[in-house]
């Protein structure tokens, strides 16, 4: 599983430049030439890949095939499913169990309210674990939420709502500093300050990382905490359907026991979705870094009780996905290695673009260079990529900072024989993050009233393209909001009686123009089981 | 005759607890076992080597030692026998982080099956991560939390050297509890970001963040590409 003669060749001309480059970094793109760059080679502007969705609030609105298939899913039950004996009654219902839902439970319950964290597979399997890079939080002298703003909103093409990314930016450092008295592990300098890293577009080093398990690190001790206190939690126990009362209020949801088959009703009278993304449905065939259970469920359920989607014609493809070694195609690289000093280049060794362009420019870059200009590297499965040249990173910072700041990344390329201290990497944008979703206001809140979001599944934070870092952030800043939000509402107003008759509405709308049923959503899990 | 040889596929027999398929030998076990027809449900997660989910233990034909590793991330190997290790229960304390003090006198309290660790090393042999278990663990018994702390760092909580451990010892979850205490209580402390958790409740970005809000896309377009980038 060692480079091939081929590969070994090409990496002879990335061992030639390497001194030389050195000491020169490509230019960044001017940010008007951005657009052509991305109209041509980005997937979010491939026309043939998207349609517009038929039916529901967000009717005309574009969104990838894959995901508008699910959006105009059928149910998987129907509307006279037996509501009059809940399973369980709480005050909170949190759907999922990555870092957005842990946050919101954690929330919740200090301010008051019994919760009860469901989720698909176990708690803590979801994308956050798999964050490798850091979260962003603006603490430094030299920095401030406001540079923070500018930094979001500029990646996201001027496109974020404002209010969201205030929240975002504001709650940053209060977010790092919650983290830390939970029992964070972030990196430091011995005097305590926080090493922070640049991140691609940021004008600001930021970065805080727990070495290059950040995203594991906080979900683990997020996930301890929660299992400390008087907090539910139910696994292996996926959201189906949600449930109203008869004024449209949330009022619980429909779970099924993954493993016995079983359907039941929980009711509350706040519920949170924080189900993430939906990298599982591989958008235009793109291989993906996502987690088992990322299949858009919280999408497709929310829409269906009349919740408003937005930026869903737009995924983040990550620039720097495992291409090579087979085994692990689509994995993460994570951007640190290029924080760090590693330059992406082609099969000559040469540079061609700016190492820390926002991810979407980065990415549209490196396929215009295997696709156009046919200067990638093609393995022997048909895989194009570009080396990330990461021997690098140790010429810059000293023998040993590999094995120190990307222990993940070494001992991930170690199983299947490659040294990335001695070997650059081969890698090729790979689906990574659902930028848009469901719309929310600063609050958490949705348009359905006592339904609250937090994390990937929303949409409006980060606009048309989300910056590294931000997403860590993104959950524990909204996954706290929603968490308070939806216990005040709880603690203030019980649901009524609970119905599930927006399938009848629904069901005669798929009718109407002519979806016949072949699809019922939400799908939980991609079926990889060969037949 | 020879062409149509090549183009058979290569198979080689793995025994997924006990039933023998023929997979292709590329695949990594996870991938195999989705290759041979499981529908996954338990022993899958991130499929990246973050998150625990699919430990599994394996023997391979010929050799008495038991091996381990994680599904998603070990190319299977001709005469493979697999057995996923999906949950195992593993003693885990609830404690409350703000009433705990950074003493070993804690990490004894909490998990008193702390001293009763043979050192034997099996928990090491069975990391897939590769960690000095053992190593952490006597650190634990010193009452080093900095030690375990950092020793312990690249843990995925699969739980094989809690399955393993002939004193059952809940290793992770004794890893866990030091980190936590380490990074509330031991990590030194960092002032830049007390001083601007202190500045925000103040209020004092709050005027900037409030223009930045209100200008206009062309405006901030201007102030975006005109802001000063700190060097690498």
Same mark, same amino acid.
């Given at each position: ?7 070994? +060749? ?35 502007? @491939? ?10 609030? !967000? ?34 219902? *949190? ?22 964290? *469901? ?64 029992? *964070? ?10 090493? +922070? ?5 940021? !004008? $600001?080093?930021?970065?805080? !990382? ?36 008869? %004024? ?13 088959? $079983? ?23 793109? #291989? ?10 919280? @999408? ?25 070694? +087979? ?7 994570? %951007? ?94 790979? /689906? ?15 348009? @359905? ?35 308070? !939000?939806?216990?005040?509402?709880? /603690? +203030? ?28 959503? #939400?799908?939980?899990? #991609? ?5 | ?46 499929? =990246? ?33 697999? =057995? ?20 070993? &006198? ?28 053992? =190593? ?15 020793? &312990? ?5 699969? =739980? ?29 402390? &960092? ?9 925000? &409740? ?31």
């Amino acid at each position: 599983m060692t480079y091939t003669p081929e590969m070994r +060749e090409s990496i002879k001309a990335v061992e030639a430049t390497r001194e030389r480059r050195l000491n020169e970094t490509y230019p960044a793109i001017p940010v008007a030439e951005r657009q052509v760059l991305l109209n041509a080679f980005h997937p979010d502007y @491939v026309e043939d890949g998207m349609r517009e969705i038929r039916v529901g609030s !967000s009717k005309g609105e574009r969104t990838l095939h894959e995901l508008a298939d699910l959006i105009e899913g059928r149910p998987h039950i129907g509307p006279e499913f037996d509501l009059s004996e809940p399973a369980v009654e709480t005050d909170v219902l *949190v759907i999922g169990g990555g870092g957005a839902g842990a946050s919101a439970a954690l929330l919740a319950q200090e301010a008051g309210a019994r919760v009860m964290l *469901v989720t698909k597979l176990r708690f803590g399997d979801a994308n956050t674990m798999m964050a490798q890079g850091g979260i962003q939080a603006a603490d430094r002298p030299e920095d401030s939420p406001a540079i923070h703003y500018l930094d979001v909103i500029g990646g996201g093409h001027f496109t974020n709502h404002p209010d969201l990314v205030e929240a975002l930016v504001k709650d940053g450092p209060v977010v790092i500093h919650w983290l830390e008295q939970l029992g *964070v592990m972030f990196d430091k300098e011995p005097d305590g300050t926080m090493v +922070e890293a640049h991140g691609g577009g940021t !004008s $600001r080093k930021r970065m805080h !990382s727990a070495r290059d398990y950040s995203g594991a690190e906080i979900m683990r001790v997020l996930r301890d905490e929660v299992r400390n206190r008087p907090i539910e939690v139910m696994e292996f126990a996926p959201a189906i359907e949600l449930v109203l009362d008869e %004024e449209g209020n949330a009022a619980g949801a429909i779970l099924q026991n993954l493993e016995t088959g $079983r359907t039941f009703y929980v009711r509350a009278a706040a519920v949170i979705l924080a189900t993430g993304g939906s990298g599982r449905l591989h958008y235009q065939q793109f #291989p993906t870094t996502n987690h088992y259970g990322a299949t858009g469920d919280g @999408v497709v359920m929310a829409y269906r009780v009349g919740a408003k989607l937005a930026f869903l014609d737009t995924m983040q493809y990550h620039p720097t996905g495992a291409a090579f070694p +087979e085994q692990i195609l689509g994995l993460l690289v994570t %951007e640190k290695v290029r924080g760090l000093g590693a330059q992406p280049v082609n099969s000559k060794g040469e540079q061609f673009v700016y190492p820390l362009e926002p991810r979407d420019v980065e990415a549209a870059a490196f396929i215009r260079e295997c696709r156009e200009r046919k200067l990638g590297v093609v393995t022997p499965s048909g895989q194009p990529g570009v080396w990330l040249d990461s021997p690098m990173i140790e010429r810059l910072h000293g023998p040993g900072t590999i094995e120190r700041a990307l222990p993940a990344m070494a001992r991930q390329f170690r199983r299947f024989g490659i040294d990335m201290t001695e070997d650059p990497l081969l890698v090729y944008p790979t /689906l990574h993050y659902q930028n848009g979703g469901v719309v929310l206001d600063a609050e958490g809140s949705t348009s @359905v009233p006592g339904l609250f979001i937090a994390g990937e599944i929303s949409g409006g934070v980060h606009g048309r393209n989300r910056l590294m870092g931000n997403s860590l952030l993104e959950i524990c800043v909204y996954g706290r909001r929603a968490g308070r !939000s939806a216990a005040r509402r709880a /603690l +203030e107003k019980t649901a009524g009686r609970p119905t599930v008759a927006h399938l009848v509405t629904w069901n005669e709308e798929l009718d109407t123009v002519g979806i016949d049923g072949a699809v019922r959503s #939400p799908i939980l899990l #991609p079926h990889y089981a060969r037949d | 005759m020879s062409e149509d040889k090549e183009q058979v596929p290569e198979r080689i027999p793995v025994y997924i607890m006990g039933k023998r398929y023929d997979v292709p030998p590329s695949l990594t076990i996870m991938k195999a076992m989705e290759w041979a027809g499981y529908m996954l449900v338990r022993g899958v997660g991130c499929r =990246g080597g973050f998150c625990g989910a699919c430990a599994t233990a394996y023997r391979v034909k010929g050799d008495a030692r038991l091996h381990f590793g994680l599904a998603c991330q070990t190319v299977v190997k001709p005469e493979m026998y697999l =057995g996923m290790i999906p949950f195992f229960p593993v003693e885990r304390a609830g404690y409350d982080m703000a009433e705990l003090k950074p003493e070993a &006198s804690t990490l004894f309290q909490t998990y008193p099956e702390i001293l009763h660790c043979l050192g034997c090393g099996t928990c090491t042999k069975a990391c897939p991560q590769e960690l000095d278990v053992k =190593g952490y663990m006597a650190a634990a018994m010193r009452g080093d939390i900095a030690a375990v702390a950092n020793m &312990s760092f690249d843990c995925i909580m699969c =739980g094989l050297c809690a399955a393993r451990c002939p004193a059952e010892e809940p290793q992770y979850n004794i890893a866990l509890l030091a980190r936590r205490l380490y990074g509330r209580y031991l990590s030194p402390r &960092s002032e830049h970001l007390h001083q601007r958790v202190t500045e925000i &409740s103040q209020g004092q970005y709050d005027a900037a963040l409030a223009e930045l809000k209100e200008m206009g896309t062309e405006a901030l377009k201007e102030r975006y590409t005109s802001r000063d980038m700190e060097p690498k």
